[in-house]
């Protein structure tokens, strides 16, 4: 059958970021197909709310609070996760985000020093933490959610776009260490009506500048990313590594221009 090559029965999956949006989404859907699912981010009642729905498919649901920016909270997960379920075969790093809109001049080291922690180094640490349980399994998948920023540009963007470009470099470099037994890919996602643009998305002429910067004509849904993280993590992409795929509706420029004037 077609659909076992998606299947993860048995399987144990970390995700980050996972009490709404994307995150919630990845995690819903790992379920569906069989996974366990180690819910992870800094505040409980969500990671609750998403574990609900996890179980709901008879899946194990670990909620886990934690800061990826804590290097001590990051190892507490691995160490839960396998108290728990006694396995890791797929990571996805999708907690991060920051790097806020700035001019040039008055962009920040500090900011940019920040962001790219919380965007690069903490999906790192993670991956790093949990490699070794991944090789005993057998290998695995690591997933890495990043942005479309990351290859678009545009002025002000410089903090937020550097540090997603870096995500999709190091997806392929970590590639190249873990290959063959453990695959890394990444997903540059457009603009996705989650939460997080909540605020965005209740200004009508915003949303329809966004709607516009792409070709569907419309914004990303959390299944659209999961359905992608779906088959990077099951085995119908057992000969898919090193790869950045972009999903964002055919995204070709910075959705939202800041019209900055020259200096």
Known sequence: MLLDYFSLKGKT???????RGIGEGIAVTYAEMGANIVL??????????????VRDYGCG??????????????????????TEFGRIDVVVNNA????????????????????????VTSRFEL????????????GGSIVNITSVLGRVRDRGWLVSSTTNAAVAHMTRLMAADLSPRIRVNAIACGSVATPGLDTVLKDETI????????????????????????????????WVTGKVFEIDGG?????????LPDL
Do not use: W
Not at 96 to 119: C, R, V
Not at 213 to 224: K, N, Q, V, Y
């Open 13 to 19: 999956a970390i995700i980050t970021g996972s009490g």
């Open 40 to 53: 992870c981010a800094r505040t409980q009642a969500p990671l609750d709310r998403v574990a609900g729905r």
């Open 61 to 82: 649901a670990l909620v886990v609070t934690a800061d990826i920016n804590d290097s001590n909270a990051l190892s507490a997960v691995i160490d839960r996760t396998m």
């Open 96 to 119: 991060g985000g920051g790097g806020h809109p700035h001019a040039f001049l008055t962009a920040t080291d500090q900011g940019l020093e920040a962001t790219f922690h919380n965007n």
């Open 127 to 138: 991956s790093k933490l949990a490699v070794p349980h991944m090789l005993a399994g057998g």
């Open 207 to 238: 949303k329809t500048a966004l709607e516009r910067a792409t070709l569907m004509g419309r914004l990303g849904e959390p299944i659209d990313i999961a359905l992608f993280a779906l088959y990077l993590a099951s085995p119908a992409s057992a």
């Open 251 to 259: 995204q070709e420029q910075c959705s939202l221009s800041l019209g």
